[in-house]
């Protein structure tokens, strides 16, 4: 079946640091990427939804300078927090949709990121 | 606006025995997706059912089932004959042309199965 691989699983970064998530789907073309935040005890919250070649769309109340993503191939998507604090310490999750426009969803394994 | 509405934040359910996981959803689009994802500890998410808004049957998937009720708008997920590896968090979600064909996630259910 279909796989995204998300790297790294977990990260922990000093404040002020800048951290990388990447997700990449092993065996099918995602033109549509979603970027979720989770945390404790939480529901998944919609951070962005990236499309290939395309500016990412972001929900409201998500800062686009601080989480930047860039989905510059139908492969590889990734999610950059700059200048991390403690209070974006959470577990970050990717969603790939399948171009075959289906009613697929792959998930990445998630990438715990603590902030000291 | 699509919403999703979880309203049991823990449930119990004894080995072997069937458990129902509530779920209803308010969306004003037609055409809508239902799914039913678990989350065990390790974080993954684990998709279990599907349900498309204009089907005519429930769906199943093993021992999971979707009891869809489209006037009431709910699509609460049974597990029958729970095992102990069932015990993890249950997330109901929605996807609609309206949402960019994001999903949206309800709160989730803590499901813990005991001997």
Redesign the interface.
Known sequence: GAVVSQHPSRVICKSGTSVKIECRSLDFQATTMFWYRQFPKQSLMLMATSNEGSKATYEQGVEKDKFLINHASLTLSTLTVTSAHPEDSSFYICSAREWTGGDGYTFGSGTRLTVV | AQKITQTQPGMFVQEKEAVTLDCTYDTSDPSY?L?WYKQPS????I?LI?Q?SYDQQNATEGRYSLNFQKARKSANLVISASQLGDSAMY?CAM?GPNS?????????TSLLVTP
């Open positions: 997706g799914f390790s974080g993954e998410m998709f599907y498309g997330f996807r960019g064909y994001a999903l949206n996630f309800g709160k989730g």
